[in-house]
């Protein structure tokens, strides 16, 4: 619940995406970490992989970055203009860019090394950040939008990249179940922190600082990622795609949309995510007006329920290695998603602080195995040379799916009441969870 579906309480903090077949996934890195002899499915066997372990440490620098500023930008603009639209603004110019050029830029995530793109997108990144330092009068809050926009737009081209280098490096069989579990744990552990410790860092030190650590964060991940020794082999070489002209764009975008139309499973795993993600934004767009009309609270309320978020995601992480495989696919997801359903359902009904917190606790687990089950079957149904393609796609899928829940949560709200439209919220989600009952059962 939050401004964008990389972000939001249940938003897909996953690292892993994308293909490491014998064919495509030479690894020169010379490594010895890096071999197929890990045969554990435990969650942290992954972490005898160097690169992977660079690549999760800089995915945990820059995502703790992103919740400081994801906290503070909104009490920024409120605090620089008194305006309720010119705050939710500057969260809409974070969603927007998803919308726009997911579904595009994959096509350059699939020709371009994907190391060197996620390291320029995280320099470009901490660029756009740095932008927000010349900010100091309410004329000047454009550039706190524009400034936002630039730092999810480098994101668009940073996701797939990541998403189809991952698996590259752990392989496709349990490791890569195991690296999307680790990667909710890490997402579980921002949560927990980042929220919290954004709103304390804008009180005590101010946005600058909090601008100054999203930048550093940025860098960090940027050394982070040159580190790692994993080269491409010839499958990956952005040799075969020298001809930079819209008619091979197209085509290579075509191509791209061609697999995920064709592939069995696909569109309907992204129809069930574009069902749940509309349910989960409007929530999200709803819970400041629900803490603040229902519960009389206010941000500090908000911090502790992220919190107490992150802290069921901390204990969904290992729980969904149990679940995680055990079952189709069809059958965790649509039971992970029926019993969110429910926790949703009941938390929004119970109108204690207290209550909620608990019930935030227990949204961690199904979540986590809905979204380790999900980006592990992509994967694994997707080849390398349109992983990128097949990512970006998803991942515009969510952007626009909480883009449209965030506005139609606040008309509804406003139409219906606040509880009513957060029940409406659930049942979307379990309209999601039916939906799902429509996969292969293998």
């Known amino acids: ?42 969650m942290l066997s992954v972490l005898r992989i160097r690169d992977y372990r660079l690549i999760l440490t800089g995915q945990f620098l820059s995502s703790i970055g992103d919740w400081l500023l994801l906290v503070a930008a909104p009490f920024f603009v409120f605090r620089l203009t008194g305006s309720t639209m010119a705050t939710g603004l500057s969260m809409a110019a974070e969603t927007v860019p998803a919308v726009v050029l997911g579904p595009v830029a994959g096509v350059f995530a699939d020709r371009w090394d994907r190391r060197h793109t996620m390291i320029a997108a995280d320099l470009l990144r901490t660029g756009a950040v740095l932008l927000l330092l010349s900010v100091h009068t309410r004329g000047e809050v454009w550039i706190v939008y524009a400034a936002l926009a630039l730092e999810s737009a480098f994101g668009q081209f940073f996701g797939p990249a990541q998403r189809a280098l991952v698996p590259n490096l752990v392989g496709r069989g349990p490791e890569l179940s ?142 969904s290695r149990l679940v995680v495989g055990r079952a189709s696919d069809r059958t965790t997801i649509a039971a992970s998603l029926g019993a969110l359903a429910v926790v949703f359902a009941v938390t929004f009904n119970v109108p204690h602080l207290a209550g909620d917190v ?51 949560g606040s008309l509804l709200g406003q139409e219906i009441g606040i509880v009513a439209a957060m029940d409406a919220a659930a049942g979307l989600i379990a309209v999601s969870a039916a939906y799902a009952l429509l996969l292969p059962a293998r």
């Open 358 to 408: 608990v019930l935030f606790t227990l949204i961690g687990p199904p979540a986590v195995c809905f979204l380790v089950t999900a980006d592990t079957s992509i994967t694994r149904r997707t080849p390398d040379r349109v992983q990128g393609r097949v990512s970006s796609a998803y991942l515009a899928v969510q952007g626009l799916a909480t883009l449209s829940g965030m506005v139609g």
């Open 178 to 319: 195991a690296a999307n579990s680790l990667g909710q744990l890490v997402g579980g552990t921002i949560r927990l922190v980042g929220g919290p410790l954004g709103g304390v860092l804008f009180a005590v030190a101010g946005f600058r600082a909090v601008v100054a650590t999203d930048a550093a964060s940025y860098t960090a991940s940027a050394c982070l990622i040159a580190l790692v020794r994993f080269r491409p082999g010839r499958g990956h070489s952005p040799a075969e795609h020298s001809a930079e002209t819209t008619a091979r764009f197209t085509e290579d975008f075509r191509i791209g949309m061609g697999h995920l139309r064709r592939t069995p499973a696909l569109p309907t795993l992204f129809g069930v995510a574009a069902v749940f993600f509309t349910g989960n934004a409007i929530l999200t767009a709803l819970l400041v007006p629900y803490l603040s009309a229902v519960l009389d609270s206010g941000a500090q309320s908000l911090g502790i329920l992220f919190g107490t978020l992150g802290l069921g995601f901390l204990l969904g992480a290992p729980a």
């Open 1 to 42: 619940m939050s401004g964008s579906a990389n972000q939001s309480p249940v938003g897909d903090g996953s690292t892993a995406g994308g293909d490491s077949s014998a064919s495509d996934g030479n690894n020169h890195n010379g490594d010895s970490d890096r071999s197929n002899s890990v045969k554990s499915a435990s």
